[in-house]
């Protein structure tokens, strides 16, 4: 069975940064992509990155691409949001998902609360 384990949100102040974990099980990590996601109140998931399962190809959605960096280490069977100068716009639960491609899904893990407030 999959499992995703997301941590390492918390409360930030705008223009701080955060590192998020996910630490996953239940299929070959190494011949996965990854992907991060968020959810704000009230609003679905948005797909903000994603890397390939080497770790060579990475892609980010415009409004964090410059901000956020996604990573892995495959070792761990974890992958990695650096977020840095974070707004109050990225306030949001972040999860993490299997598969490069975004029709690839698997049952969402708890995700892990980001708030960004002065």
């Known amino acids: 069975q999959v499992h995703f384990v997301e941590s390492g949100g918390g409360l930030v102040q705008p223009g701080g940064s955060l590192t998020l974990s996910c630490v996953t099980s239940g299929f070959t990590f190494s011949a996965s992509g990854m992907r991060w996601y968020r959810q704000a109140p009230g609003q679905g998931k948005e797909l903000l990155a994603r890397i390939s399962s080497g770790g060579g190809l990475t892609n980010y959605v415009a409004s964090v691409r410059g901000r956020f960096t996604i990573s892995r280490e495959n070792i761990k069977n974890t992958t990695y949001l650096q977020m840095d100068n974070l707004k109050p716009e990225d306030t949001a639960v972040y999860y993490c998902?299997?598969?490069?491609?975004?029709?690839?899904?698997?049952?969402w893990g708890q995700g892990t609360q980001v708030t960004v407030s002065s």
């Open positions: 998902m299997k598969g490069w491609s975004v029709e690839e899904f698997d049952s």
